[in-house]
Nanobody, 124 residues
């Protein structure tokens, strides 16, 4: 069992930066792959970034490549999403999720545990 709590969301101007954190509890965190998703009302939940259990493999959706960086610190049971050059289109709720797969998955239904979400708002 893994419990996830996100933090770090907020309001920022376009071009600014935010770093999201997701703190996990549970003994199996270090063996889980992790992902950051986002969902705007009326749209499907989108995988933004994912990272394998030891952090050597990463995935980014095309719209955030070169702007976002996912990382994890297994000693701290935390995964991060550094978001730079933010755009108004990045405005939405961001969710952290954990999968029992050691390599990351791009499929929502392969993520077993979810956080409650944190709001990111980028003003123009």
């Amino acid at each position: 069992q893994v419990q996830l709590v996100e933090s770090g969301g907020g309001l920022v101007q376009a071009g600014g930066s935010l770093r999201l954190s997701c703190a996990a509890s549970g003994r199996t965190f270090s063996s889980c792959s992790l992902g950051w998703f986002r969902q705007t009302p009326g749209k499907e939940r989108e995988l933004v970034a994912a990272i394998s259990w030891i952090g050597n493999r990463k995935y980014y959706t095309d719209s955030v490549k070169g702007r976002f960086l996912i990382s994890r610190d297994n000693a701290k049971n935390t995964v991060y999403l550094q978001m730079d050059s933010l755009k108004p289109d990045d405005t939405t709720v961001y969710f952290c999720a954990a999968s029992s797969r050691s390599t990351y998955s791009t499929k929502q239904n392969e993520y077993n545990y979810w956080g409650q979400g944190t709001q990111v708002t980028v003003s123009s």
